[in-house]
């Protein structure tokens, strides 16, 4: 990924230096396993100081739509069954996220919100005829 692609990624936030970029990417990238749990873990504590909650939030919306970019035309074909993957998917990483002594419910819920909504956007402009409202 070139330097020029990676800064417009981030544009409007704090994510600036090469190491916060790298930090971001590697929780966008991270899966749903033990390993992608502790990167998410690892990297996520960044973003989580006070005045940083902005970029967590952005960042976890990225992740929640992650397997949209590598498997778009399954969600094409199916956006139900998808929307349902990856709202659980985000539901189990919020759970671990809970676990965190320096997560508030307060983070908890509005990253969810987040998380969810980055979902039926992206959905929806992949799938313009499926009907999120109506799933949800």
């Known amino acids: 990924m ?18 916060e970029i790298m930090r971001a990417n590697a929780i966008i990238d991270a899966n749903m396993d033990i390993r992608g749990l502790s990167l998410i873990n690892f990297n996520l504590t960044t973003f989580l100081k006070r005045g940083r909650e902005e970029d967590a939030y952005f960042i976890l919306s990225f992740w929640a739509i992650a397997p949209i970019k590598h498997q778009a035309q399954k969600f094409i074909q199916n956006p139900q069954a998808g929307q349902q993957a990856l709202i659980k998917r985000t539901e189990k990483l919020i759970e671990r996220l809970a676990e965190r002594e320096d997560t508030s419910d307060y983070f908890l819920e509005t990253v969810f919100t987040r998380m969810t909504q980055h979902i039926n956007r992206t959905l929806s402009k992949i799938c313009p005829d499926y009907d999120i409202a109506q799933s949800a």
Not at 12 to 19: A, H, L, M, S, V
């Open 2 to 19: 070139s330097t020029k692609l990676t800064l417009s990624q981030f544009k409007g936030t704090n994510i600036k230096t090469p190491f």
